[in-house]
C-alpha cells in the first residue's frame, strides 16, 4: 500500500519560533501533487501550502514553506514566526498521480504553539 | 453556499440502523470524494466520483457501505447495519481537477453509532 508518513505524533514551538514538520511518502508515480493541511480546534480541513511534484522550486505561501525532496520522497513543512493561531493538527497528503486525484493522508502532527 | 456543505453536521444512530449522509459539493466541481476521519487519525479514501466514470470505490471498507452522485451534484454515502466501528467523522471533498489539484472539504457529519 502506497502510504504517507508522519513521524512526529506531536510538537511544540514557543510564539514567534520556527517550527519544521516532517513527512515521508511513498509512490511510483512521476507527476503528483503534495499538501499539507492545518485541522484546527473547529475541525475543519484548511490547505495550507501545495508542492507539484515535477516543480523543483520549494512552495512558499508567507510563513508557511516546505522543503521537497523528490528523490528521497521527503516532503516537510516549514512555518515560521509561530503565532498562537497555528496550534492545529497538521496532515500531510499526497495526490494520487495521473488520473488519480485521490488523496492518502499521513497519521498528522499535532503542534501546539506556546505563549 | 459557496463552499461544500454536508448535512447532517451530526448524527447518532443505534446499532444495525441505516444512515444516509448528504454532501452538496462546490458548483461546477466535477469531482467529489469521500472521506473517513476516526478520532486522531488522519483521513481515510472512501469513494471518489468524476464526471461521467465510473466511480472508484477502492476505499469502501466493506459492502455496508455504498454512495451516489446525481451527475455532478448531490452524493449520498449510505450505510447499512451500522456496527459501533463506524463511528467516526465522514468529510467530503469537490474539485475541478482540469483546472486544480485542490480538494475543498466540508464540515463533516460527526456520526456516533451507540
Known amino acids: 500500500a502506497q502510504t504517507v508518513t508522519q513521524s512526529q505524533p506531536e510538537m511544540s514551538v514557543q510564539e514567534a519560533e520556527t517550527v519544521t514538520l516532517s513527512c515521508t511518502y511513498d509512490?511510483?508515480?512521476?507527476?503528483?501533487?503534495l499538501f499539507w493541511y492545518k485541522q484546527p480546534p473547529s475541525r475543519q480541513m484548511i490547505l495550507v501550502i501545495r508542492?507539484?511534484?515535477?516543480?523543483?522550486q520549494n512552495a512558499t505561501e508567507n510563513r508557511f514553506s516546505v522543503n521537497f525532496q523528490k528523490a528521497a520522497k521527503s516532503f516537510s513543512l516549514k512555518i515560521s514566526d509561530s503565532q498562537l493561531g497555528d496550534t492545529a493538527m497538521y496532515f500531510c497528503?499526497?495526490?494520487?498521480?495521473?488520473?488519480?486525484?485521490?488523496?492518502?493522508f499521513g497519521k498528522g502532527t499535532l503542534l501546539t504553539v506556546n505563549p | 453556499g459557496a463552499g461544500v456543505s454536508q448535512s447532517p453536521s451530526n448524527k447518532v444512530t443505534e446499532k444495525g440502523k441505516d444512515v444516509e449522509l448528504r454532501c452538496d459539493p462546490i458548483?461546477?466541481?466535477?469531482?467529489l470524494y469521500w472521506y473517513r476521519q476516526r478520532l486522531g487519525q488522519g483521513l481515510e479514501f472512501l469513494i471518489y466520483f468524476q464526471g461521467n466514470s465510473a466511480p472508484d470505490k477502492s476505499g469502501l471498507p466493506s459492502d455496508r457501505f455504498s454512495a451516489e452522485r446525481t451527475g455532478e451534484s448531490v452524493s449520498t454515502l449510505t450505510i447499512q447495519r451500522t456496527e459501533q466501528r463506524d463511528s467516526a467523522m465522514y468529510r467530503c471533498?469537490?474539485?475541478?481537477?482540469?483546472?486544480?489539484?485542490?480538494?475543498?472539504f466540508g464540515p463533516g457529519t460527526r456520526l456516533t453509532v451507540l
Open positions: 458548483s461546477g466541481h466535477t469531482a
Open positions: 497528503a499526497r495526490e494520487g498521480g495521473g488520473s488519480n486525484y485521490k488523496l492518502t
Open positions: 471533498a469537490s474539485s475541478f481537477p482540469a483546472t486544480s489539484a485542490e480538494q475543498f
Open positions: 509512490t511510483s508515480e512521476n507527476n503528483y501533487y
Open positions: 508542492q507539484e511534484a515535477y516543480k523543483q
